[in-house]
């Protein structure tokens, strides 16, 4: 099982990002997936997760309307458009998988892709 | 949402020595289902956090027997029976029960 994520970098607060995890080793579109952010020096934040087949999504208040969560299970793929982006949502982004049958049960991680808002 | 506190920032143990860290939920995480929806997680230094306990009590895979998991509704506690140098880093509990999940501080375990 590997979860690798890409995209991040800096952007300018009000910019928009789009961050991509690709996965292997296993079947992707058997699995919910779901996206956690830590901010520098700060604990665990987690963002929103997305259902096997893409139709059901949920978020954290702090990102609701600017943030999406999508996935292409042909691409073996799960991504993240952030826009509107502040100086908060600077952060290490790790996707992860959940467990079949166990929501919230994040039984695997990617090594995280940092994203940094700054003017 | 569900507030999750931990309420140790920080614990430092000897070699060999037990530990034990708990974490409050905001309400009680039992489904109608039976299961308590409480996961433990450890993120060693320089690392992705990994998954230790879900469902309160159960071990993930490859996880030592040296940790434990138990609570119910409300108040939950990660044992180590014996701490190892391996076993440093901050434990974070999470619980799955409603979205959105939310994580407890963490609580960093130091070897004395």
């Known amino acids: 099982v590997q979860l690798v994520e890409s995209g991040g970098g800096l952007v300018q607060p009000g910019g928009s990002l789009r961050i991509s995890c690709e996965v292997s080793g296993f079947t992707f579109d058997m699995y919910w997936m779901t996206w956690v952010r830590q901010a520098p020096g700060k604990g665990l934040e987690w963002v929103a997760n997305?259902?096997?087949?893409?139709?059901?999504?949920n978020y954290v208040d702090a990102v609701k309307g600017r943030f999406t969560i999508s996935r292409d299970n042909a691409k073996d793929s799960l991504y993240l458009q952030m826009n509107n982006l502040r100086a908060d949502d600077t952060a290490v982004y790790f996707c992860a998988r959940e467990v079949v049958g166990a929501k919230g049960v994040l039984e695997s991680w990617g090594q995280g892709t940092l994203v940094t808002v700054s003017s | 949402d569900i507030v999750m506190t931990q309420s140790l920032l920080s614990l430092p143990v000897s070699p060999g020595g037990p530990a034990s860290i708990s974490c409050r939920a905001s309400?009680?995480?039992?489904?109608?289902?039976?299961?308590?929806?409480m996961n433990w997680y450890l993120q060693k230094p320089g690392q992705s956090p990994h998954l230790l306990i879900y469902m309160g009590s159960i071990r993930a895979s490859g996880v030592p027997d040296r940790f434990s998991g138990s609570g119910s509704g409300t108040d939950f506690t990660l044992k180590i029976s014996r701490v190892e140098a391996e076993d440093v880093g901050i434990y974070y509990c999470?619980?799955?029960?409603?979205?959105?999940?939310?994580f407890g501080q963490g609580t960093k375990l130091e070897i004395k």
């Open positions: 309400q009680s995480l039992l489904h109608r289902n039976g299961n308590v929806y």
């Open positions: 997305i259902k096997e087949d893409g139709r059901e999504k």
């Open positions: 999470m619980q799955g029960l409603q979205t959105p999940y939310t």
